[in-house]
């Protein structure tokens, strides 16, 4: 006959596991886009929590079991009013909200009120209950931890270094700008599915010198593939076999962007990396030469904080922007956005040739800026995928339009050596059932010195081949483009888009 530990009967650290397992469980969600450093304050502060209650109904139960029940049942309602909040706040009779703040919040408290008194006065065996929420806690806490531990092992088999090029450099090396401009969609695709002209823009690009290849497409519909395979100019099942249909691990993505074949060619070859902050973790270059962002208090809440805020009943303070706390995820990735654009003109102080990576997320969700870059409110962030959606990306793609149109010109000024720049939209914007939307894309370079070496239908795999064939001495063949298109859900099952703007070229 099985015999319960006598541990997890009398000693009631349940408390603890519940505190953390909203934290865990929301990293480990996350893990791909964040690192786990995010979560760190969070959880200890989660803990410290559950300690402190367990303090205060000690005083006044003087029975640490019963003390812990009664913090467990703080702490799920804690935990979980933001996900509640979430799922019923669209509810609506005749455009009436039924559950807003106002109503949650008495019937959150009656609950609270309730539980305590059930737990206080008439809970059941408190030894059998303090055995099954430590089991249950232990339970819960287990799947994101195994989770974690994972992905940071997945991680590290995936941490091999790249390949490298022998570049011949010149006497007087170009910067290299590889800007990207996430989401943004090939002229014919903003026309037709947007509504929106593009072609002053584009002809502006054109008088300063740029080749806008009009048919381009993207090679693969996300983000992290698209990088992974531009960066290493070469198709991902060529680059690993590990990505392969039915897995949705996308770690080794990671390593092929922060260490790619274009970054360590060019260091190899004197070139110091310049990146910026993204909030995106997979393109955030942290060991760069130069890794650039804005500056934040301690006292700041980064990302993953604002993300967990929502689940919780803080967030009442963060919907109501009290205290003054820089909550907002969107505000973060607003300044982040706007220090990346206010920065990348000034680089060309830093001494010696350059390779600057500029991943910047708009005009992709969340939508936070309006057609003159002014703030938009958090609450209408969105997709494309409705009229609401759409409306806003053509606000961003206007926005974006005219700060490219400040910063490359400047660019060009404070640069000793003409420098290679291209602008490029990692993939289309998202339009319902048109994979072909997705994979029309952006492209546009800005390569001096040399007979025009793209063509109308260029593909960001064949990006650094044709700069390397063209400033560096090598005789890479170019790739055929072909743009291959994924679920998200199962990211590595491609099925090729056809370009329908294929010219005779």
């Known amino acids: 006959m099985y015999k319960k530990p006598s541990w997890l009967q009398s000693i009631p650290f349940h408390s603890f596991l519940f505190a953390a397992y909203p934290v865990v469980a929301l990293l480990a969600f996350n893990i791909s886009e964040v690192g786990v450093s995010s979560g760190l304050r969070p959880l200890f502060l989660s ?130 700008y590889y800007i990207i401009l996430d989401g943004y969609g090939r002229a014919d695709v903003l026309e037709n599915e947007f509504g929106y002209d593009n072609s002053d823009f584009l002809n502006e690009l054109r008088n300063l010198g740029f080749f806008v290849a009009d048919c381009s497409q993207s090679n693969y519909a996300q983000t992290q593939m698209s990088l992974a395979s531009s960066l290493n100019f070469n198709y991902i099942d060529a680059l690993s076999d590990r990505f392969v249909p039915g897995s949705e691990d996308r770690t080794g993505l990671d390593a092929l962007i922060q260490r790619s074949t274009v970054r360590a060619s060019l260091e190899k070859a004197g070139y110091k990396t310049v990146a910026f902050a993204t909030g995106f973790l997979a393109t955030e270059l942290t060991d760069a030469d130069y890794f650039l962002g804005p500056g934040y208090s301690w006292g700041d809440l980064n990302e993953f904080e604002s993300l967990l805020m929502e689940t919780t009943f803080a967030r009442l303070i963060q919907d109501g922007n009290r205290f003054g706390m820089q909550t907002s995820g969107s505000e973060r990735f607003r300044e982040r956005t706007l220090f990346a654009l206010d920065k990348v003109d000034e680089l060309a102080y830093i001494q010696g040739p350059k390779f600057v990576f500029v991943h910047l997320i708009v005009p992709h969700p969340p939508y936070v800026f309006g057609p003159t870059g002014g703030p938009i409110e958090p609450a209408e962030a969105g997709t494309t995928k409705t009229q ?118």
């Open 47 to 176: 803990v410290l929590m559950a300690g402190s209650l367990m303090l205060v109904f000690h005083m006044v139960y003087r029975d640490w079991r019963r003390a812990a029940l009664l913090s467990t049942i703080l702490l799920i309602l804690f935990f979980s009013y933001g996900h509640v909040y979430i799922l019923l706040k669209s509810v609506n009779i005749n455009g009436l909200y039924l559950f807003r703040h106002r109503t949650l919040i008495p019937v959150w408290f009656g609950l609270a009120a309730l539980l305590i008194w059930w737990a206080s006065r008439r809970a059941p065996n408190i030894t059998a209950t303090t055995y099954l929420l430590n089991v249950m806690g232990l339970i819960l806490l287990t799947l994101p931890v195994v989770q974690l531990i994972s992905f940071s092992i997945q991680s590290r088999a995936s941490q091999t270094d790249a390949s490298t090029l022998s570049l011949k450099r010149g006497n007087q090396p170009p910067d290299i």
């Open 388 to 505: 609401e959606g759409a409306s806003h990306y053509r606000d961003q793609v206007i926005y974006v339009n005219s700060r490219m149109l400040e910063i490359v010109p400047r660019i060009i000024a404070n640069s000793s050596t003409p420098p290679i720049i291209v602008i490029q939209g990692d993939h289309g914007p998202t339009v319902p059932s048109s994979p072909r939307a997705r994979m029309s894309n952006l492209n546009a370079y800005f390569l001096p010195g040399v007979d025009t070496p793209v063509y109308s239908t260029i593909t960001p795999v064949n990006t650094f081949r044709v700069i390397f064939n063209a400033y560096f001495g090598q005789d890479l063949e170019l790739l055929d483009d072909v743009g291959l298109y994924s679920d998200y859900e199962d990211p590595f099952n491609w099925r090729v888009v056809p370009n329908s703007c294929k010219t005779d070229e």
